[in-house]
Structures are given as structure tokens and as C-alpha cells.
């Protein structure tokens, strides 16, 4: 079955950073998109980033661009994300997510995008 393990989050004070992993498995990674999700309570849930493992090609929410690197390592069926310079509106739980289809990727933070599998998350906190 599809798996996606988060990991990676943790309490760091603002200006910080935390790189955020996502290991998949039970598909063929190369074939799929992966992406980032976060929730904040009494917020609504916003997509981050997501990356096309085939050719590399990747999207940010406008409120982390310049901030966040989204990265894969297809030997590893791994997913990285680097986070610099963390605020408080950063906090939230982070959710690994796939999909076959790049318009999931190239969904987020333009048009909604049911994706087809999730992770547990991993929760990230910063403060002030």
C-alpha cells in the first residue's frame, strides 16, 4: 500500500530553519507528484509546495517562496523540504502528500486539487 512517512518538525525560534523529510513507498516514485500540506488550528488548510519527481519541476505557495526548497532524491524515494527563515505563521502540522497526476503539483496554491494519498504529518512550531 502507498506510505508516506513525515518527519523532520520540531520547536525552533523565528528566523530559524528545519528541513522536513518525506520517505514513500508502495508506488513507483518517479511516476508520481509529491507536496507538502500544513494546518494550523482554526486555520484553513494550505497547500506549500509539491514537486514532479519525473523532471524535477516544482511550486511554492506565494507565502513561502524564497523561503522553502522543495527537493527529491529519487535513489531514496525521498522527499526533502528546506525551511529558512521560519515564522510564526509557519507553525502547523506538515503533511506529506502524492499523486499520480502534475496537475496535482500544479494545483497547489492555484486551483484545488484532491490529492490521492496522505501522511500522518509532522508538526512544526515556531515562536517568537
Known amino acids: 500500500e502507498v506510505q508516506l512517512q513525515a518527519s523532520g518538525g520540531g520547536a525552533v525560534q523565528a528566523g530559524g530553519s528545519l528541513r522536513l523529510s518525506c520517505v514513500a513507498s508502495?508506488?513507483?516514485?518517479?511516476?508520481?507528484?509529491i507536496g507538502w500540506f500544513r494546518q494550523a488550528p482554526g486555520k484553513e488548510r494550505e497547500g506549500v509546495s509539491a514537486?514532479?519527481?519525473?523532471?524535477?519541476?516544482?511550486n511554492y505557495a506565494a507565502s513561502v517562496k524564497g523561503r522553502f526548497t522543495i527537493s527529491s532524491d529519487n535513489a531514496k524515494n525521498t522527499v526533502y523540504l528546506q525551511m529558512n527563515s521560519l515564522r510564526p505563521d509557519d507553525t502547523g502540522v506538515y503533511y506529506c502528500?502524492?499523486?499520480?497526476?502534475?496537475?496535482?503539483?500544479?494545483?497547489?496554491?492555484?486551483?484545488?486539487?484532491?490529492?490521492?494519498?496522505w501522511g500522518q504529518g509532522t508538526q512544526v512550531t515556531v515562536s517568537s
Open positions: 502528500v502524492a499523486d499520480p497526476s502534475p496537475t496535482a503539483a500544479q494545483s497547489m496554491g492555484a486551483i484545488d486539487w484532491t490529492w490521492e494519498s
Open positions: 508502495g508506488f513507483i516514485f518517479d511516476e508520481y507528484c
Open positions: 514537486i514532479i519527481n519525473s523532471d524535477g519541476w516544482t
